[in-house]
């Protein structure tokens, strides 16, 4: 990855709004212009930018000088859809809504933030590294591959009990610290206060 030693990962903060929404819809048009679903990104991408620095979702942002270049929420909270209730009782991370700059496609931001979020996790004292990917049908099944050829793991994939062919795919990986990171991004590696 070029540039190494320039990205920081950090809270989002209120001021970081505008430019994450701007990211997200750059994301939606560069989705459109490839051919998938891409109308949802667009559609929330404010919803999405409003709640970094609420203080009610943890939304981090990736920054290489100081532009904001991705972005995700990490809960110690995992959701009821697509996992049983001793797994939710696990100490977790689950990582959603992660976002890319589309003008660095290819060099593997979204591995960067993945590959952050397990050590976030391990840092934090938590067993796990948690995601989810929605599909239907064919559609979005080339993302649950994607983090496939991470490492991650399907746990299950399961029918949405409220959304008619719409399967739930819940992915994990274990919270191992990750050493080698701390050559490509700088981060507080101290544990949050829960």
């Given amino acids: 990855m070029s540039g190494a030693g320039v990205f920081e990962m950090r809270p989002g903060r209120e001021a970081d709004r505008p430019a994450a929404a701007e990211m997200i819809r750059s994301r939606a048009v560069w989705m459109r212009e490839r051919g998938q679903r891409w109308q949802s990104w667009h559609a929330r991408a404010g919803q999405l930018a409003e709640q970094i ?3 009610r979702w943890p939304v981090f942002v990736l920054t290489k000088d100081h532009r904001i270049v991705g972005m995700t929420t990490a809960t110690f909270t ?4 697509g996992w049983a209730e001793d797994e939710i009782a696990e100490p977790s991370v689950f990582l959603q809504t992660t976002v890319t700059d589309p003008s660095f496609a290819g060099a593997g931001l979204g591995v ?5 979020a397990l050590d976030y996790a391990a840092v934090n004292g938590k067993r796990w590294t948690r995601r989810g990917v929605l599909t239907v049908g064919e559609d979005n099944l080339g993302l649950v591959r994607y ?13 949405h009990p409220h959304k008619p062919g719409v399967t739930v795919w819940s992915l994990q990986r274990p919270a191992v610290p990750q050493h080698e990171l701390r050559e490509l991004v700088r981060w507080q590696r101290e544990p949050v206060r829960e």
Avoid: E
């Fill in 53 to 55: 620095g609420t203080g």
């Fill in 78 to 81: 995992v959701p009821h859809l």
């Fill in 112 to 116: 960067l933030i993945a590959y952050w």
């Fill in 147 to 159: 983090y496939q050829s991470q490492g991650w793991r399907v746990v299950r994939a399961l029918s």
